[in-house]
């Protein structure tokens, strides 16, 4: 048994016990104050940066992650000062989760040793789709939670995350990201949760109060404006018009800070309109304290407070950097110590920075530590997964599981509610009662084979695993080959892949076409292959020229197609692409965006029957591949039109999902003809299902403003209802809706809501609204601000099933 001496516990709660800070009695501004009165200016400086970590293999302490960016790190320097962050230690090189956990308890029990006034370190993760560790469990990316619609599921799984980031000593999670999807060629598509500010408004509150309510920190990314880089290349300038960042990406934020209360938030890398975010005070303070209200933290995003020295060339030196960001609202420096160290320390101490505003920072950083009870006197560096195990390797070692049965059945879930039907000739599904299952299945692509083609750029495996080939991937990631052989298991199944993901190759096309002719059903896999700054085809840094399918998968596609057997199209990718001739010939066409490690068997069911598809569609899938950007939030000149050659009309709107029954929408009622400008109006509609099959219908409102003072975009989300009806059972759905719902942006910037004409839209897409209802706003033109309504009022009351429904 291996046993490694460290100091005890009792040096946890033993330091300075009779400090005004350490005592809970106090109220928490006089704590924080009584603590940042004792603090030399080093000490103050060490509390507003991170080190990049990596938890020990071995249960020895963390070891600084050697980063290209980063350089050499002296912890032995760096402790005794104090320390305000460890970045990572979990999620940068594979470990035991027990042993990890262990490695950053004695961590945190030296930097309390070693430092003068024992203040712990404060850990964060990413936990983007998951605790991005070895071992723990892969959820969906962010584009299928959006697909789902169902904020009340993400905010269990969000839940279930926080609960393993805190029983392994880990306080803040790097998650959401609420950018707002502009361009489908941006690399990070897959990282946000779809192109409208509602969808992504909603999920993301859920997935906030979830990951808050473990008591995890919630981190809001990446604020604000980073989506809309030109032509989709990652950390582009943005040049989008006040009216743009205010109607269409700050909403999302807006709502999840009301909603979702999180207590962090990190800055965006790009510029403004030439401002980096990073040094922009308008958006960190005014805005996001003076007007919003956020009390929490702002951290940097990573290396962003240096990059306004090296990549925006708006500071001379990292000291006029780390004053401008302080100066600006971020209070953390996030990875590692760079410009927050030294250079901040001599801009401090020649008057380019007031200690006072170092002082701000400092104070909201000191005062989430007493939040999360790191300033206790009884607080223990052992987390809950630690209690009772002692200090001892061997104990520790396998006992910390972060992918049980019940995360799996979690994240099972969200994939199967997530994968979208685009397209079905009545193929799908290929079993159930009156079908036969086909006898030859040819399994075709080079997604079929492919464990890594659920995962995310932000999946451990696929993050961080690939760089250590010989630590296995720590979860079970069954491929659609295998999956689809357990779905059919007296199917003959042929593999070939035909061409690689992004390798252009056409010499497989052959064969691929031939296996295709000596099948009864094709199963098509094509899609993308995560990773990171170029080394896939999805991803961070992994922008797109074109929405063309990588590689040589388009021609694949139409050779498979050429052959007629009835093919089904399986879309594993982290953003939409065009589809060639599929929707005219295939068979069926599913989307799955990097569905998480139980993808592959949801897609396998969707196909079989076994899962009832459900998903709708978070972005538009585009008809060309050259037409950006291709959100449905448009004005009307951005629609199609006799004034340009191009039609960038999507050949799969947003919202647009089918199931594999039927639902009749019938009493269509909107009441009020005319309401005052700070009225309200109600509308609904019957849906029930009149298939053989349960189903998912999403009732989808939408508000169109016809005449407005302002260019508004034709259709708008404004609410929605998910709803899972039995056959033969219905439900009355209904939305009372604000007139605050129709403000927007004014001529002076100011949010008004104008009096007449608006028309409220209810469908199963944004293209598809058969019932509509128009209402009249009378009276002053109202001012409204951030405490406006931002959501309808709804109902959905289940209406008894009729016999003759079954008959």
Not at 758 to 777: E, W
């Amino acid at each position: 048994m291996t046993h490694v001496t460290t100091t005890p516990n009792t040096t946890d709660a033993s330091r300075h016990r009779d400090a005004p800070w350490r005592d809970v009695s106090r109220p928490a501004d006089e704590r924080v104050e009584a603590l940042i009165d004792e603090l030399s200016l080093e000490e103050k400086v060490a509390q507003l940066y991170g080190v990049w970590v990596g938890a020990s293999a071995d249960g020895t302490d963390v070891a600084p992650n050697q980063h290209e960016m980063i350089g050499d790190v002296d912890l032995t320097g760096l402790f005794p000062k104090g320390l305000g962050q460890l970045t990572r230690p979990f999620g940068t090189a594979p470990v035991d989760p027990g042993v990890g956990a262990l490695s950053l308890a004695r961590s945190q029990r030296r930097i309390v040793a070693e430092s003068r006034l024992g203040i712990p370190a404060l850990a964060h993760e990413e936990c983007l789709a998951g605790f991005a560790a070895w071992g723990a469990t892969a959820y969906p990316v962010p584009l299928s939670w959006g697909a789902t619609f169902d904020p009340d599921l993400i905010e269990r799984m969000s839940r279930r995350i926080g609960d393993d980031l805190r029983r392994v000593g880990v306080h803040q999670g790097l998650a959401p990201v609420l950018d707002v999807v502009r361009d489908a060629r941006w690399g990070r598509v897959e990282e946000t949760i779809g192109e409208d500010p509602y969808l992504i408004g909603t999920v993301g509150a859920a997935y906030v109060r979830g990951l808050e309510s473990a008591g995890v920190v919630a981190t809001l990314k990446h604020f604000v404006g980073y989506s809309a880089s030109k032509a989709g290349r990652n950390l582009a300038p943005v040049s989008v018009g006040r009216r743009e960042l205010d109607d269409v990406l700050l909403p999302p934020f807006e709502m999840v800070i009301r909603e979702g209360r999180p207590r962090s938030v990190m800055n965006a890398y790009t510029d403004l309109d030439g401002m980096p975010t990073a040094a922009d005070a308008t958006i960190l303070t005014d805005l996001l304290r003076g007007v919003w209200g956020f009390e929490g933290t702002v951290v940097a995003d990573y290396f962003s407070v240096a990059f306004l020295q090296t990549l925006h060339g708006v500071a001379g030196s990292l000291g006029d950097a780390a004053a401008e960001a302080l100066r600006a609202g971020i209070d953390v420096e996030l990875p590692t110590v760079h410009a927050f160290g030294a250079p901040l320390l001599e801009a401090v101490a020649d008057g380019r920075l007031d200690e006072g505003v170092l002082d701000r920072a400092l104070r909201r950083v000191l005062g989430q530590k007493l939040e999360l009870g790191l300033l206790d006197a009884d607080w223990d560096a052992a987390p809950e997964a630690l209690r009772g195990l002692d200090d001892d390797l061997d104990a520790v070692r396998g006992t910390v599981d972060l992918d049980p049965p019940e995360n799996r059945a979690l994240a099972a879930e969200i994939a199967e509610r997530a994968i979208v039907l685009l397209h079905n000739d009545g193929t799908l599904p290929l079993s159930g009662v009156g079908r036969t299952a086909p006898e030859r299945i040819a399994v075709i692509g080079p997604t079929a084979d492919d464990r890594f083609a659920v995962l995310g750029c932000y999946a451990f495996p696929t993050h961080v695993g690939v760089h250590h080939p010989g630590s296995g991937d720590g979860i079970t990631l069954p491929t659609l080959v295998e999956s689809l052989r357990a779905e059919f298991p007296d199917a003959e199944l042929s593999v070939v892949e035909g061409t690689s993901i992004d390798g252009g190759e056409t010499s497989g096309l052959e064969a691929a076409a031939a296996a295709a002719s000596a099948a009864d059903l094709v199963v098509l896999a094509l899609g993308d292959r995560a990773g990171l700054f170029g080394r896939g085809t999805s991803g961070e840094g992994c922008d797109a020229e074109s929405l063309a399918l990588p590689g040589a998968q388009a021609s694949l596609l139409e050779a498979v197609l050429d052959r007629g057997t009835p093919t089904i199209v399986a879309l594993l990718a982290g953003r939409p692409y065009t589809l060639g001739t599929a929707p005219e010939r295939a068979a069926g066409i599913v989307e799955a965006f990097f569905a998480g490690e139980e993808g592959t068997r949801a897609i396998a069911g969707v196909l079989s029957g076994r899962v009832s598809p459900s998903g709708r569609l978070p972005v538009s899938v585009p008809a060309s591949a050259g037409v950006h950007p291709s959100t449905y939030l448009a004005a009307p000149l951005a629609r199609k039109g006799g004034v340009s050659s191009i039609d960038p009309t999507a050949r799969y709107p947003f919202g647009h999902g089918l199931t594999y029954t039927r639902f009749e929408w019938t009493r269509f009622a909107g009441e009020a003809s005319e309401i005052a400008t700070d009225g309200e109006v109600s509308v609904g509609v019957r849906v029930r299902n009149v298939g053989e099959r349960g189903g998912t219908e999403l009732v989808q409102l939408y508000l169109h403003d016809p005449v407005a003072s302002v260019v508004r975009p034709v259709q708008r989300l404004i609410g929605y209802a998910r709803i899972d009806l039995a056959p033969g059972e219905a439900a009355d759905v209904r939305f009372t809706v604000a007139a605050d719902l129709a403000s927007f942006p004014g001529r002076d910037g100011v949010r008004i809501v104008e009096s007449g004409e608006l028309v409220l839209g209810l469908g199963t897409s944004s293209a598809d609204l058969p019932h509509a209802h128009s209402v009249r706003l009378v009276g002053a033109v109202r001012r409204v601000d951030h405490t406006r309504r931002l959501h309808p009022e709804v109902s959905v009351t289940r209406v008894a099933v009729e016999a003759s429904a079954l008959a």
